[in-house]
């Protein structure tokens, strides 16, 4: 099995990531005098060492942060499996020529000169990961650099450094690539990550998007996509330039384009295992539902036909849409989203010409409909985060102070115990204009004496146990609001804590 070479490019924004593969990756060597034994499979321990400039510069905290959050995530999603307990070294190079052997005294030295240092990518190597090097003197080989102690068995290195100008591109957040494998498994364990923006990007970027983008992989596994769609007769799934491709994966991490939810799914670990370098935690994979269970249509046939035979059968069409801005709850995660469907000042490429005439647009500017062309140009919820900022995922925390509707018009809250509630007919009550977004993110409670709550400032709405809607009138010091929420049935959301 060939192992990807990476280079990635993460936006925190829509912007595609690409793979570069010119690089040449060197092979790292096993320390001696280490009994070999059997290898304990252990979980994989990433190790940082920041850049100097970085570490002195005001943003350092929340990279750090940022870094500590993603590498406990792949720490316990992965397990190293190895042959071997030796540490792992990087082979020291020689400034002209190649490495020799010595056969008689079994020494790698330099006939001249030893470098002092070792780079990956712009960054210095430690010398305490670098393997000893030996000088000719004469007809003597003598140590000019000692060995360090290297890497466990089942660690790896991230260099992290903060440079907007190598690899960097316009909104790119950060790259990361990989400089030295191991000599059996072919497994990387000295890379580099870099973040792009300057301290001021950084520092204006919400940390979730530093996070996410930090965990961002790349992956391919068979056996889960069948499972995860539903879908025996499945033989492949699309891959774009070494990432799922992003109309059949949606908000999978290791797409091209990061969604405002982007998440780890089985697939992603799946891969990881046949590269046969881990073993995995699929505990730690998050509950991806894009496309869950919907059958074969998904990742075997476009969008069109997708849309097209669900509605035959008077089915949900998602993850797509049909209406212009529509804004719903979304089936893929805990969040609203608005139907990304825009009329285009030029037609899409005719073979992603989606729409017809049961699209709710203009009849007559059919052509010129299209969604996002990271998607295919398929319409579809998009859940990015507002033009202010606000993410529209419920889980995520918020800073939303005001419960006054002059402030917070749908008295919207964030966080644990949240939820996407449909909702209609919102509007303050002593006005006739009905606020156009049907869609919010409330807390929730539930007990076994009233099931499913609703709280809005603070007042508790019973929901029906099947589900159904129910009328909201609020009070606030700022103005009273009325509106009807779709109540989902009750143990979609409170489990065994129904009536």
Not at 84 to 96: D, G, H, P
Not at 168 to 174: E, I, R
Request: hydrophobic letters at 35%; aromatic letters at 10%.
């Amino acid at each position: 099995m060939s192992i990807p070479i990476v280079l990635c490019f993460y936006s925190a924004k829509v912007t595609q990531l690409n793979i570069a593969t010119g690089e040449t990756k060197r092979i790292g060597v096993y320390a001696q005098n280490i009994s070999k034994r059997y290898a304990e499979n252990k979980h994989l321990k990433l190790v940082l060492v920041y850049e100097k400039k970085l570490e002195e510069s005001k943003v350092y905290t929340k990279i750090k942060t940022a870094l500590e959050a993603a590498i406990k995530h792949w720490e316990k999603a992965l397990i190293v499996v190895s042959n071997t307990t030796e540490n792992i070294l990087v082979q020291r190079e020689c400034f002209s020529g190649p490495m020799m052997l010595s056969v008689r005294e079994n020494i790698e030295y330099c006939k001249r000169v030893c470098k002092s240092e070792i780079m990956c990518k712009h960054m210095r190597i430690p010398d305490e990961y670098l393997n000893s090097c030996y000088e000719q003197f004469l007809d003597k080989k003598v140590m000019k650099y000692s060995a360090g102690k290297g890497l466990q068995y089942n660690e790896m290195l991230l260099l992290v450094s903060m440079r907007n100008r190598e690899a960097c591109g316009k909104d790119v957040l950060a790259w990361a690539t990989y400089c030295h494998r191991e000599p059996l498994s072919g497994r990387p364990f000295i890379a580099v990550v870099n973040y792009c923006y300057d301290e001021e990007g950084i520092k204006n970027e919400d940390i979730e998007n530093i996070i996410a983008t930090s965990k961002h992989e790349i992956g391919h596994a068979l056996n889960e996509a069948k499972k995860h769609f539903g879908c025996n007769e499945l033989d492949g799934v699309e891959v774009e330039n070494g990432h799922f491709g992003q109309r059949v994966f949606g908000n999978e991490m290791m797409t091209p384009v990061r969604l405002d939810d982007s998440l780890l799914s089985r697939m992603t670990l799946a891969y990881f295992k046949d590269t046969q370098m881990y073993d995995v935690d699929y505990s730690a994979a998050d509950d991806f539902t894009w496309g869950k269970n919907l059958g074969c249509e998904i990742p075997m046939k476009s969008c069109y036909e997708y849309i097209k035979t669900r509605k035959a059968k008077k089915e949900s069409i998602e993850p797509f849409c049909d209406v212009p801005q529509k804004t719903k709850c979304v089936d893929f995660s805990n969040a609203y989203g608005h139907c990304l469907l825009n009329k285009g000042y030029k037609q899409p490429p005719s073979e992603f010409q989606y729409a017809d005439e049961t699209f709710n647009v203009d009849q007559e500017s059919l052509r010129y409909y299209a969604g996002a062309d990271y998607m295919d140009y398929c319409p579809y919820y998009s859940i990015q985060a507002s033009s202010a900022g606000l993410s529209t995922v419920c889980g995520r925390k918020a800073n939303i102070t005001s419960l006054d509707p002059l402030d917070n018009a749908y008295l919207e809250e964030r966080g644990p115990d949240t939820a996407c509630f449909n909702q209609a007919k919102w509007k303050l009550s002593n006005s006739k204009d009905v606020f156009s977004r049907n869609a919010a993110c409330h807390k929730f409670r539930c007990s076994k004496q009233y099931g499913l709550q609703v709280i809005i400032n603070n007042n508790g709405f019973t929901c029906p146990v099947k589900g159904g809607i129910i009328p909201v009138n609020v009070a606030t010091k700022g103005a009273n609001v009325q509106g009807e929420i779709y109540c989902p049935e009750c143990k979609a959301l409170c489990k065994n804590e129904c009536p």
